[in-house]
């Protein structure tokens, strides 16, 4: 149970998805948006839905379904060009947010309250089609976890990934929907909307044109 082996590809493992999680990309920008708009409960939800999802990669990664997406051009087309029409969407809603004076935003933001599940799955959806985590576990399972990891190191990994990720997302919304910060990007209005719409239609294209 506690062999050498599997603490060193623990330890690697936390290493690298260190610097993978804390890199720009599809969900850091999700998450910058719901910080600024919806204030940091709903992107707290939304960092927890991201790292959920990291499950998911974990759990195609064990079972060797990861093998059959890296060995497919096909399946791994049609899920980078689902992130990409998803973040376009994304973005898309975000550049058709309307001008509104500065002492309407409270009122426009009450009558436009995201839910609590909506946000959950914002986040999920966000990271579960994300082509750069999916290269990331391919890669990370296919090089530093063997066969032979036992099962319970299998779910020590994907419970260990799942909780750093929502902390680091987490963190980065605390910071983000303080309320000096926040008010600084909402006197922009919807100039934000409207930045934040142009990153994720530049990021959804980025995202189509990854490749394996």
């Not at 999920?124 to 976890?145: C, D, E, G, M």
């Amino acid at each position: 149970m506690f062999d050498a082996v599997f603490f060193s590809q623990f330890f690697i493992l936390a290493a690298a998805h260190f610097f993978a999680v804390a890199s720009p990309g599809p969900d850091l920008a999700i998450v910058v948006k719901q910080s600024i708009r919806y204030g940091k409960r709903n992107a707290i939800i939304t960092s927890i839905g991201i790292g959920s999802a990291i499950l998911v990669h974990v759990g195609y990664s064990a079972v060797g379904i990861g093998i059959l997406i890296k060995n497919s051009p096909l399946l791994f087309d049609i899920l980078k060009y689902a992130c990409a029409a998803y973040l376009a969407y994304i973005g898309y809603k975000s550049l058709r947010v309307k001008p509104s004076a500065p002492e309407q935003f409270n009122q426009k933001e009450r009558e436009d309250i995201q839910t609590g599940a909506a946000a959950f799955r914002l986040g999920f959806i966000t990271n579960v089609l994300n082509p750069k985590a999916t290269l990331f576990f391919l890669s990370i399972f296919s090089v530093i976890v063997s066969h032979e990891t036992p099962n319970l190191w299998l779910g020590t990994y994907a419970i260990y990934l799942s909780l750093a990720t929502m902390t680091w997302f987490c963190f980065v919304s605390l910071v983000l929907s303080k309320e000096k910060v926040r008010n600084k990007f909402l006197t922009m209005g919807h100039y934000f909307d409207w930045l934040m719409g142009v990153i994720l239609i530049g990021l959804a294209v980025k995202v189509a044109f990854s490749s394996l």
